[in-house]
T-cell receptor, first 116, second 109 residues
Framework: GAVVSQHPSRVICKSGTSVKIECRSLDFQATTMFWYRQFPKKSLMLMATSNEGSKATYEQGVEKDKFLINHASLTLSTLTVTSAHPEDSSFYIC????????????FGDGTRLSIL | GQSLEQPSEVTAVEGAIVQINCTYQTSGFYGLSWYQQHDGGAPTFLSYNALDGLEETGRFSSFLSRSDSYGYLLLQELQMKDSASYFCAVTLQGGKLIFGQGTELSVKP
């Protein structure tokens, strides 16, 4: 079945650091990937749609300069949290679908980001 | 706006059957998905309904009625390992998902 890999699984770093999270589709090509954020005991909130070869589409209220997304190939999207602060601490999860965009999404294992 | 409603928590005993309902109001609809998430883990895909009717996958079944903007997840022969959060999610144009707030299922012995 479709497999999405996310790395790293956990990051702990100091305030002001920039953190890069990678999302890879291992056995299929994904022209579109999605990035979500989840706070404890809360639902997943879509942050942005990552489009291969073009700019990401951000949801309302998500700072594009804060959360940089790059989708340089059909199997890799990266999310960089720039100048991270404690309020950016959260669980970040990527997803991708095999085939056309309206197919079910498969999620990576998530990255737990803790900013001290 | 987009909204999905599902119960916040459900409790059942091992071996029982439980149904988790989901109603939605969204601008656009391509399908309804269900995901399971254990504490500390990522969501795991369970089922997807694009058309009305029942989809069965082992102990789990999912139902959709587009005219009622309603769906449910049915879990049979409950096991302790089924204790988790369950999310319904609507697929919008382009494949992006809008999630419900999640239902925490507790399975008791």
């Amino acid at each position: 079945g479709a497999v999405v890999s996310q790395h790293p699984s956990r990051v702990i770093c100091k305030s002001g650091t920039s953190v890069k999270i990678e999302c890879r589709s291992l056995d299929f090509q994904a022209t579109t990937m999605f990035w979500y954020r989840q706070f404890p005991k809360k639902s997943l909130m879509l942050m942005a749609t990552s489009n291969e070869g073009s700019k990401a589409t951000y949801e309302q209220g998500v700072e594009k300069d804060k959360f940089l997304i790059n989708h340089a190939s059909l199997t890799l999207s990266t999310l960089t949290v720039t100048s991270a602060h404690p309020e950016d601490s959260s669980f970040y999860i990527c997803s991708a679908s095999q085939g056309q965009g309206n197919q079910p999404q498969h999620f990576g294992d998530g990255t737990r980001l803790s900013i001290l | 706006g987009q909204s999905l409603e599902q119960p916040s928590e459900v409790t059942a005993v091992e071996g029982a059957i439980v149904q988790i309902n989901c109603t939605y109001q969204t601008s656009g609809f391509y399908g309804l998905s269900w995901y399971q998430q254990h504490d500390g883990g990522a969501p795991t895909f369970l089922s997807y309904n694009a058309l009305d009717g029942l989809e069965e996958t082992g102990r789990f079944s999912s139902f959709l009625s587009r005219s009622d903007s309603y769906g449910y997840l049915l879990l049979q022969e409950l096991q302790m390992k089924d204790s988790a959060s369950y999310f319904c999610a609507v697929t919008l144009q382009g494949g992006k998902l809008i999630f419900g707030q999640g239902t925490e299922l507790s399975v008791k012995p």
